[in-house]
């Protein structure tokens, strides 16, 4: 048995899952404090889903527990149902009814009671931005708007916590940063979330991240934190030659890692001076150079700095 102080909507220890001889999740520890916007971020089978599917009670775990609300995902797996709202990657809306259709529908799956309903489907049509469109069917809405219809009915029974799987995978930039802007809002109306993304970019966005891969954790804290964490001096080199220019530095003393970024270089050197070494020495080259300057680290450079590569220079897998 474990139990969590009432700070923490979600108390998680030592929480597995293994399927068969895979081990999806390993060992996993956290918490997330009431208010509290949690991202647990990594790349595509990193554990994400399967960690907040056992935290909503879908998957029982193999070892270890989980508290929501104090109650055991283990233990009393349904009970824990009516304080969560959950939104998987693909969310169940019934493409061939309207927006104010499916809002109805999963009132009555929730047992929203009549008085209170109609006034909770006006408030989240409001803050999603959906009341233009509330008689278009789901099914002729963008990526983005099904988002947003998909938040809208996972939190039509007023839930203290909500689990997002990915919300914005596969969602363009603006209805991305949409999508953000009513997840602070939620945060004002007292609502804790964990969410997952592959984008490490929007780690930037939570206020504590756990850094996933392979199943386990291999970092948490605030995004500044983890931005300390990454040592050395951090410099942005753009170029139409990434690949050569890469090629050239990835081999120069003093340079601890390279990371392409679009057309752009970050390269990770011990100190000041082997950048400005490398700085003199590209200007020689003949290579196209746009821009280089210091920069500080992005989360993504953390990620990568904690994962050792080989094979392209990209990582000599040294300590931060």
């Given at each position: 048995m474990i139990s969590s102080d009432d700070t923490s909507v979600v108390y998680a220890a030592h929480l597995s899952k293994?399927?068969?001889?895979?081990?999806?999740?390993?060992?996993?520890?956290?918490n997330v404090a009431r208010g509290e916007l949690f991202g647990l971020v990594g790349p595509d089978g990193a554990g994400k889903t399967t960690t907040i599917r056992m935290l909503a009670g879908i998957l029982e775990p193999s070892d270890g527990d989980a508290l929501i609300d104090g109650i055991s995902v283990r233990?009393?797996?349904?009970?824990?149902?009516?304080?969560?709202?959950?939104?998987?990657?693909?969310?169940?809306l019934y493409q061939d009814l309207t927006v104010m259709e499916n809002l109805t529908f999963y009132a009555d799956l929730f047992g929203v009671s009549k008085k209170d309903r109609a006034p909770r489907i006006d408030q989240l049509l409001g803050f999603?931005?959906?009341?233009?469109?509330?008689?278009?069917?789901?099914?002729?809405?963008?990526?983005?708007m099904k988002q947003k219809l998909g938040l809208a009915c996972a939190l039509i029974h007023s839930p203290r916590l909500l689990l997002l799987d990915e919300p914005t995978n596969g969602v363009d930039p603006v209805s991305?940063?949409?999508?953000w802007k009513i997840l602070y809002e939620l945060l004002k109306q007292g609502i804790s979330i964990l969410v997952s993304t592959a984008y490490l970019d929007e780690a930037e966005r939570t206020a504590r991240v756990a850094l996933l891969h392979q199943g386990r954790i291999i970092r948490l804290g605030t995004p500044e934190q983890l931005k300390q964490l990454v040592k050395g001096h951090m410099?942005?080199?753009?170029?139409?030659?990434?690949?050569?220019?890469?090629?050239?530095?990835?081999?120069?003393?003093?340079?601890?890692?390279?990371?392409?970024?679009?057309?752009?270089?970050?390269?990770?050197?011990r100190s000041?001076?082997?950048?400005?070494?490398?700085?003199?020495?590209?200007?020689?080259?003949?290579?196209?150079?746009?821009?280089?300057?210091?920069?500080?680290?992005?989360?993504?450079?953390?990620?990568?700095?904690?994962?050792p590569r080989n094979g392209d220079g990209a990582s000599r897998g040294e300590p931060m």
């Open positions: 293994k399927f068969g001889q895979r081990e999806a999740v390993n060992d996993l520890t956290f233990d009393q797996p349904e009970a824990i149902k009516e304080h969560i709202a959950y939104m998987p990657q693909r969310f169940g999603s931005r959906l009341t233009p469109f509330k008689t278009r069917l789901a099914g002729a809405l963008s990526g983005g991305r940063r949409d999508f410099v942005e080199i753009v170029s139409e030659n990434v690949r050569d220019i890469k090629q050239l530095v990835s081999v120069m003393a003093g340079v601890i890692d390279v990371n392409v970024f679009g057309d752009a270089l970050h390269v990770r050197f000041s001076e082997d950048a400005q070494q490398t700085r003199d020495a590209l200007q020689a080259s003949g290579l196209n150079i746009v821009s280089m300057k210091s920069i500080s680290p992005a989360i993504e450079d953390v990620f990568l700095s904690l994962i």
